[in-house]
């Protein structure tokens, strides 16, 4: 087990962790609110593409991380409008969302390179600088969910959004504003992914990252720091599956491909009886029906 | 993410409606959301193909032509819409019962990979047909059964949501699928990981309509699942389960059987699939067998607004624009992922127009 002890697969696991955190805190504070984004991997995919093709034409993955930030924001309001001002189904919505942002990232990323021709590397950011950004993000969250009045209103739309209409907060609001917020955290996920030490896109980069982060906001009982915590065990068990499939040790490699994710099933079943489940949660809101 | 809070609003917007004093209204949106849907949907693809400096007009003519006049276009559409049409069945009763599970793709990969363990392995891949082709049948169907199951059983007991847990689940079937062609059923012969030829559990074709024995299977349980689900007491609980389920406990229904009953469907239809996939198509499971129908049978199911007729019909259709694109690709200069685009786009639709007549429903009320 040296192999899952050694630094290198902790640095490898902090950086897989990365884009999954990001993700699951911005699944997280649309679902206090009241939102299930289930379009959390179709927006990761299309901040990865974002990221991936700014850096490569503008050659700075600063400005590729702030790209993907914007199509999250943007593809969070075109969401936002479906699920919170129309009211659909949440669960369709977000999953029509997600295989939309799945094939037409291919379509793009085809577009953009010819057949055959290796898609170019980008410049990358290092890991310092992403982990703070991460943890800025992080306290970011925590301070405002737990120190401010935005915070309770917006538990407040995610528990009783009649409460506090009644009070005289505008609950689509604050629904349409967590949910753009965290579209653009999950984008900003993707696109750390590939601007980060990856330095690549490819199709289907993000594979099911996203959906992880969706579990993970339940493991961690919508509480920012969980949130963190889980997506590093996730990452952990990631980097280990990749180290593995190098070495020749008695256990197949597919173990450790499956393995994150039937740790976020097990994590998903010890949490899963959980009474910090936001009350309207996946419930749309109509002032005509309060 | 609870599924229950989900479930137990009765006031979110409806995906289908039964009855109801508007009807001639509800048949207008049932049938109206995807017709435009598809025309909106093709109008967007029409543009992107312009883009791509390719005269639209005649891109879609090909599209037509490489389904309904050249060499085997309808028999292609017919054998690729099988797999969409099994799993498209599924999903519609589990969607109507409000169980969003999106691990088909998952229990067909597993229930085809264990029904080729079984025929090819030593002793039984000599045994006829008429043996294997059945066993293989209940094989990938049961195997499709239980890992459905496995989410039913933790929503039950753990209250995990069906949503992700059928999709972490489909990742855990793929490595399991993985391991057993590279190590478990490798094809001895082979340079890359494969397993052996299904051989004798090879689908025979049918005479005349000249696809394989899987699509007249398929279609045959259209009108079953729409007798079932229209004329039968489990219909109607699935209904209800999808509009009040307090009302199924209140009446002493064990709703969490329901649900074991539904994802078993699910199951076993989605792994019966990919069963008829192996042996009806590929004829062995290779890593390029998975192409993503356990999702584009989402689609299917949704745009068949979850009647089985409206899933064949849907089926055909999705089927239909994959076949017709790949001909049309030979000739003209558009990517390959374009067809994916047109198909997501036509659901994007769909779920917006519900949306949309939802309100506009509710408005006139």
Same mark, same amino acid.
């Given at each position: 087990m040296d192999v899952v002890l050694s630094i290198g697969t902790l640095t490898a696991g902090?950086? *897989?962790? /990365?884009? #999954?955190? +990001?993700?699951? /805190?911005?699944?997280?504070?649309?679902?206090?609110?009241? #939102?299930?984004? *289930?379009?959390?991997?179709?927006?990761?995919?299309?901040?990865?593409?974002?990221?991936? +093709?700014?850096?490569?034409?503008?050659?700075?993955?600063?400005?590729? +991380? *702030?790209?993907? *930030? +914007? #199509?999250g924001a943007a593809c969070g309001a075109l969401l936002s409008g479906a699920l919170v001002s129309l009211g659909a189904n949440q669960i369709v919505t977000g999953l029509a969302f997600t295989l939309l942002a799945l094939s037409a990232t291919s379509y793009l990323y085809q577009r953009s390179f010819s057949i055959g021709q290796n898609p170019p590397r980008i410049d990358r950011i290092s890991m310092p600088p992403l982990v703070v950004l991460t943890l800025v993000v992080l306290t970011i969250v925590i301070v405002v969910m737990r120190k401010t009045l935005a915070g309770l209103v917006i538990s407040a739309a995610g528990e009783s959004p009649v409460s506090a209409d009644a009070l005289g907060f505008d609950v689509q609001r604050v629904r349409h504003l967590t949910t753009v917020a965290g579209s653009s955290l999950a984008a900003l996920g993707g696109a750390v992914l590939v601007c980060g030490p990856l330095g690549l896109f490819i199709q289907n980069v993000t594979a099911g990252r996203g959906w992880v982060a969706l579990a993970l906001v339940v493991f961690a009982g919508w509480r920012p720091l969980p949130c963190v915590l889980g997506a590093f065990l996730f990452g952990l068990c990631d980097a280990v599956q990749l180290r593995i499939q190098g070495t020749s040790t008695g256990i197949p490699y597919e173990v450790f491909l499956a393995l994150p994710y039937a740790v976020t099933l097990v994590a998903l079943v010890i949490r899963g009886r959980n009474s910090r489940t936001p009350s309207a949660l996946g419930v749309p809101f109509d002032r005509r029906l309060a | 993410m609870t599924t229950a809070a989900v479930e137990l609003d009765p006031r979110e917007p409806e995906l289908i409606e039964t009855g109801g004093s508007h009807r001639a209204r509800h048949v207008a949106v049932l049938v109206g959301v995807p017709v435009i849907a598809v025309v909106g949907a093709l109008a967007i693809g029409a543009v992107l193909i312009a883009q791509e400096g390719e005269n639209p007009f005649a891109v879609y003519a090909d599209v037509f032509r490489g389904v309904f006049t050249e060499n085997r276009?309808?028999?292609?559409?017919?054998?690729?819409?099988?797999?969409?049409?099994?799993?498209?069945?599924?999903?519609?009763? &589990?969607?109507? @019962?409000?169980?969003?599970?999106?691990?088909?793709?998952?229990?067909?990969?597993?229930? @085809?990979?264990? &029904?080729?363990?079984?025929?090819?392995?030593?002793?039984?891949?000599?045994?006829?047909?008429?043996?294997?082709?059945?066993?293989?049948?209940?094989? &990938?169907?049961?195997?499709?059964?239980?890992?459905?199951?496995?989410? @039913?059983?933790?929503?039950?007991?753990?209250?995990?949501?069906?949503?992700i847990s059928s999709l972490l689940l489909t990742y855990i079937a793929t490595a399991v699928m993985q391991w057993l062609i590279r190590v478990g059923i490798k094809d001895p012969d082979g340079f890359v990981p494969q397993s052996r030829v299904i051989g004798n559990a090879g689908l025979p074709t049918v005479p005349l309509l000249n696809t394989h024995l899987g699509f007249v299977i398929a279609v045959a349980l259209v009108p079953i699942a729409a007798v079932m689900m229209s004329r039968t007491r489990f219909g109607y609980r699935v209904d209800v389960i999808g509009h009040n389920p307090i009302a199924l406990r209140a009446n002493e229904v064990a709703t969490g059987k329901m649900l074991f009953a539904v994802l078993g469907i699910v199951g076993f239809l989605s792994g019966l699939a990919g069963y008829i996939q192996v042996a009806g198509v590929t004829t062995r499971i290779n890593a390029q067998f998975s192409l993503g129908y356990g999702f584009t049978a989402i689609i299917v199911a949704l745009l068949g607004r979850l009647h089985p007729v409206g899933v064949l019909v849907a089926a055909l259709g999705i089927s239909g624009l994959n076949i017709g694109f790949d001909a049309a690709e030979r000739s003209h200069d558009v990517p390959s992922s374009l067809v994916a685009v047109v198909q997501a786009l036509l659901i994007i639709f769909v779920v917006i127009g519900d949306a949309v007549a939802n309100r506009f429903l509710r408005d006139d009320d």
């Open positions: 902090l950086r *897989l962790a /990365l884009p #999954v955190a +990001l993700a699951a /805190l911005g699944a997280m504070i649309s679902e206090r609110a009241g #939102v299930l984004n *289930l379009g959390i991997e179709g927006l990761m995919i299309s901040g990865a593409l974002a990221g991936y +093709l700014t850096t490569h034409h503008l050659g700075s993955p600063w400005l590729g +991380l *702030l790209a993907g *930030l +914007l #199509v | 276009g309808l028999r292609n559409t017919a054998t690729s819409a099988t797999p969409l049409l099994l799993m498209g069945l599924g999903l519609a009763i &589990a969607y109507r @019962a409000r169980l969003f599970t999106i691990g088909a793709e998952g229990q067909y990969v597993l229930g @085809a990979v264990m &029904a080729t363990a079984f025929a090819t392995a030593h002793g039984v891949r000599d045994l006829p047909g008429v043996v294997l082709i059945p066993s293989c049948i209940v094989i &990938a169907g049961l195997t499709g059964m239980v890992w459905s199951g496995i989410s @039913a059983e933790l929503s039950n007991r753990f209250n995990t949501s069906v949503v």
